[in-house]
């Protein structure tokens, strides 16, 4: 009897049950994106309500990063030869920055720019990788430019 009891159960459970979803998720190419798409997907990130604050971002002329958060003035770093790095603060209560040190700075002795605050560890592996994304189509462009610096996009 208690097999029979046992079996009936496990059918009742599984009843609820949705299983797997029907489509998966869509997985982000990040390097088949372009600019405009890196950024609003940076964007997207950066408005996750579990950041400290809310970021918003924007490429301007030279490759330099724009980075506004709320009540804070914009944070410019050029991105042409960055180390783009993530830390974690605090190990008894995770919390984790994403990091820009520029080309003239040491890791560990200068003060690096931050570019993110706060999130889950999802957010900052990913922040950090679409901006190593723009970073590539800098050099790319770079790469691109005619001897009068003219820029091909």
Do not use: F
């Not at 971002?57 to 980075?67: K, N, S, T």
């Not at 804070?72 to 770093?77: E, K």
């Not at 030869?81 to 003239?104: F, K, M, Q, S, W």
């Not at 200068?110 to 990913?126: F, K, L, S, T």
């Amino acid at each position: 009897m208690k097999p029979a009891l046992a079996v009936l159960a496990t059918i009742w459970l599984l009843a609820g049950c949705d299983g797997y979803p029907t489509e998966d998720a869509a997985l982000l190419d990040e390097s088949a994106m372009s600019v405009a798409q890196l950024l609003q997907t940076l964007d997207g990130v950066g408005a996750r309500p579990h950041l400290r604050a809310r970021y918003r971002h924007a490429l301007l002329p030279g490759c330099v990063l724009e980075v506004r958060a709320d009540g804070d003035a914009p944070l410019r770093v050029p991105l042409d030869g960055v180390e783009i790095t993530t830390r974690l603060t605090d190990e008894d209560a995770p919390d984790h920055e994403v990091l820009v040190y520029t080309r003239n700075q040491t890791r560990g002795d200068d003060a690096p720019a931050v570019v993110q605050q706060g999130g889950r560890w999802v957010d900052w592996v990913q922040t950090r990788s679409l901006l190593q994304q723009l970073q590539r189509r800098c050099a790319e462009a770079d790469g691109l430019r005619s001897p009068s610096d003219s820029d091909p996009h």
